[in-house]
């Protein structure tokens, strides 16, 4: 079995599963057809389907950087040994950013092997990382243990926290789910909320999602042939007054060596209308495609 030191980037934990398939997963019979939707309506599914996409982006940047609590960065490793892809790491290699911090680590208590421990990370008023984005504000998250014991959680908070243009608030719990013959995680955004600071508009989220390492189990110290399976799903509103939710049907796909989903569709129902993100064949890019009425609409993540 794989050391749990090369690790990816995505979780998600527990606490929703009732309220997304309660809201996604059964029949819905208020689906609107094609015939009655104007273009106004496929326009505020797109704007919707695009809130989707960039806010599980903000959440998941989340886990990187809990998961990069290592001992270059803190004394002991809490996360999985290396850095991975994001604020401490540039995407292309696993290896941190020591040499020219733009953040402070504060440890509480700062004894090793003592938990449950607090892990507060400040950016100030603002710092670039190596993965080219702008954050500022705090993150505290609270480990029970490493993140790669079985049963282990973190559980992340923010204090003014930003990524680039976005306004991150609300609770995102790993919890590690992993048994004797499968790595596995469930990640969880309890009350989350992603503001737009250049518009003031703003989404709330909840999210479940579990997700299953494929490949690369035989190859220990080797991340890059790392992929992992995630399904799962969401709700979502917004200051539009859209309510929606997303399931996912083809299990979303996520290398180690990329920092985007790479394959996977998520089906979306926004007020009662149904639209398909389409994550791509497999290459490594930012480039997503919104199925509308059987339209596409090529959106960037």
Not at 25 to 43: F, H, R, Y
Request: aromatic letters at 8%; glycine letters at 10%; a neutral charge.
């Amino acid at each position: 079995m794989k050391k749990f030191s090369n690790i990816s980037n995505w979780l998600l934990a527990g606490g929703i599963a009732a309220v997304i398939c309660l809201g996604s997963c059964k029949k819905d019979n208020s689906i609107t057809s094609p015939e009655t939707d104007t273009p106004a309506e496929s326009a505020a599914t797109l704007a919707v389907t695009q809130e989707e996409a960039e806010t599980e982006a903000v959440y998941d940047d989340v886990f990187n950087i809990t998961g990069s609590m290592n001992s270059a960065q803190v004394g002991e490793d809490l996360g999985f040994g290396g850095s991975l892809p994001g604020a401490f790491s540039n995407g292309r290699d696993a290896s941190p950013d020591t040499l020219s911090r733009c953040f402070t680590i504060t440890v509480v208590p700062n004894i090793p092997h003592v938990f449950p421990k607090t892990v507060t990370i400040d950016f100030g008023s603002g710092c670039l990382g190596r993965d080219g984005k702008y954050r500022k504000g705090k993150i505290v998250s609270i480990y029970t243990a490493p993140m790669p014991v079985p049963g282990s959680k973190v559980s992340t908070t923010f204090l003014g926290y930003h990524v680039d243009s976005f306004h991150a608030e609300g609770t995102h719990i790993t919890e590690n789910t992993s048994t004797s013959n499968m790595q596995g995680w469930k990640n969880t955004v309890l009350d989350g909320k992603v503001t737009n600071t250049n518009t003031n508009k703003w989404r709330k989220w909840n999210s479940l999602k579990q997700v299953t390492q494929t490949e690369g189990n035989g190859t220990p110290g080797f991340p890059l042939d790392d992929v992992f399976k995630i399904t799962g799903g969401a709700r979502g509103s917004n200051s539009a007054g859209h309510t929606w939710a997303s399931t996912i049907l083809d299990p979303l796909i996520k290398k180690f060596a990329c920092r985007w989903i790479v394959k996977g569709t998520v089906k979306m129902i926004r007020d009662g209308r149904e639209a398909i993100l389409d994550y791509g064949n497999g290459a490594c890019d930012n480039q997503a495609v919104i199925i509308i009425n059987g339209v596409p609409h090529p959106i960037t993540l």
